[in-house]
């Protein structure tokens, strides 16, 4: 899959929503690894087209490759497709600050449970064939809506911490 080919689609395609993301977070669809320990021939596709997808989904939903993000995503990936994995992945939020924990279960879970459950499957989706399709259509079909910009809500938080402080000082 050429990045310069999905990069000249046009504006709103699946395709080019893809090529962003990957630009926006700095990755590349070479930076999966190939899938080990799976001996079942079937099992192993199924899984390898699991971790290709992965980022697919991602632009999807819009969701950042941070550790919060990634949580969110896997939250959806399980609601989904049910992969113990997937779930297992939700054992990270004990890692999380206090106020993303907070934000994890206020908006994200609640958002992933309930887009993954009610969605269609998406690890059925021929991204290759969809390329060219808008990216709003293929949400709509598949039911899923996009959460909160993550960025947005941290870039927003940053914001206000560094006002207050700015306030703080101001008033020494």
């Known amino acids: 899959m050429s990045l310069s080919h999905l990069r000249g689609l ?3 395609t699946i395709g080019r929503t893809y090529a962003a993301w990957l630009d926006r977070e700095g990755v590349t669809p070479d930076t999966r ?3 080990s320990y799976i001996d079942d021939e079937e099992c192993a596709y199924v899984m390898q087209r ?8 991602h632009a ?9 993000g990634e949580i969110a995503l896997k939250a959806f990936e399980f609601a989904n497709t049910l992969l113990p994995m997937t779930g297992i992945s939700l054992f990270a939020v004990s890692r999380f600050k206090p106020g993303e924990r907070e934000r994890f ?3 994200y879970l609640p958002w992933a449970m309930v887009n993954g459950s009610k969605s269609r499957d998406v ?5 290759e064939e969809q390329l060219q399709s808008n990216v709003d259509d ?3 079909h598949l039911g899923i809506i996009k959460p909160p910009d993550l960025r ?7 914001a206000q911490r560094k006002h207050s402080a700015e306030a703080v000082r101001t008033r020494d």
């Open 10 to 12: 046009p504006s709103g």
């Open 33 to 35: 690894s190939s899938v």
């Open 50 to 57: 699991y971790r290709e997808s992965h980022d697919f989904y």
């Open 60 to 68: 999807l939903t819009g969701l950042p490759v941070m550790v919060e």
């Open 105 to 107: 279960w206020r908006i």
């Open 123 to 127: 690890i059925n989706v021929y991204w």
């Open 138 to 140: 293929l949400r709509m």
């Open 152 to 158: 947005e809500i941290r870039k927003i938080i940053r």
